[in-house]
């Protein structure tokens, strides 16, 4: 996913872009966002992950991590065309 310019500042140093590709950007606020990633790993353990504040949770399914989002009240993701299948 290409992320716009105006969500580049949620992304943090340290989040691992190389084995993840950032799939949404979710602002809760001014200084925090959910960020919804996928790791590109043929071998993931688990496939899907949250970002939050400096905290990873990882799901095996992209419904786990939807039930987690909405379990903390935070916007649903969703997966566009190009993602889905995965």
């Known amino acids: 996913m290409a992320v716009s310019p105006e969500l580049m500042r949620y992304l943090w140093r340290g989040l691992d872009l190389v084995n993840f590709e950032v799939i949404q950007i979710l602002p ?3 200084r925090f966002a959910v960020i919804v990633m996928r790791d590109k790993r ?3 353990f688990k496939r899907w992950c949250t970002e939050y504040a400096g ?3 990882y799901f095996d399914t992209f419904e786990e991590l939807q039930a987690y989002c909405r379990s903390r009240r935070w916007p649903l993701p969703e997966l566009d065309a190009d993602v889905s299948n995965l």
């Open 28 to 30: 809760l606020n001014k």
């Open 42 to 44: 043929p071998n993931a």
């Open 55 to 57: 905290s990873g949770h």
